[in-house]
């Protein structure tokens, strides 16, 4: 079955970095592309950024645009998110989610807490 | 970029009551509509894509409707295990972006 384990979240000072990983199993992970969404605390969903297949385009909402990196191994099968500058507004629990067949976000992995604060 | 909004932000309804979902795309967005349902502390999960394309082992009683720039999400009779706050997103831009939520609670 299809697993989406994230790790590498915590507590980290504005300004500083952290980078989060997505473990990815139960489906051939090179095939598909591969997003980032986060929720503040009590807040929505933020759909944050997508990398293709195989590596080859990324995308990102303009308020990580030039701080967040994401990236891909897919010999690993695991994504990546690497924050830079980090500020406390990048608060929130990030999820990797597989970009499904049909343009959508069939998968899920549970979710790690990031919190930026002094 | 592509804004979606939802209405209403929250509603109370009973069990074995209909309730409807509505959202709309800043521009039409074709069919590129997915609907997820969210409970507290935990990860959302694809209930409709494409507008009115009942996602696997999603009940029957959820269903959808619409394209280009309005959507409605029905719950055609409420459960108990359907308590949680449902988001669209559209996914026509290669930017998805999500609605704002519509929390259902208990009346």
């Known amino acids: 079955q299809v697993q989406l384990v994230e790790s590498g979240g915590g507590v980290v000072q504005p300004g500083r970095s952290l980078r989060l990983s997505c473990a990815a199993s139960g489906f051939t992970f090179s095939s598909f592309g591969m997003h980032w969404v986060r929720q503040a605390p009590g807040k929505g969903l933020e759909w944050v950024a997508v990398i293709w297949y195989d590596g080859s385009k990324k995308y990102y909402v303009d308020s990580v645009k030039g701080r967040f990196t994401v990236s891909r191994d897919n010999s690993k099968n695991t994504l990546y998110l690497q924050m830079n500058s980090l500020r406390a507004e990048d608060t929130a629990v990030y999820y990797c989610?597989?970009?499904?067949?049909?343009?959508?976000?069939?998968?899920w992995g549970q979710g790690t807490l990031v919190i930026v604060s002094s | 970029d592509i804004q979606m909004t939802q209405s209403p932000s929250s509603l109370s309804a009973s069990v074995g009551d209909r309730v409807t979902i509505t959202c709309r795309a800043s521009q039409s967005i074709s069919s590129y509509l997915n609907w997820y349902q969210q409970k507290p502390g935990k990860a959302p999960n694809l209930l409709i894509y494409?507008?009115?394309s009942l996602q696997s082992g999603v009940p029957s009683r959820f269903s959808g409707s619409g394209s280009g720039t309005d959507f409605t999400l029905t719950i055609s009779s409420l459960q108990p295990e359907d308590f949680a706050t449902y988001y669209c997103q559209q996914s026509y831009s290669t930017l998805f972006t999500f609605g704002p939520g519509t929390k259902v609670d208990i009346k």
């Open positions: 989610a597989r970009g499904g067949s049909n343009s959508n976000n069939d998968y």
């Open positions: 494409a507008a009115s």
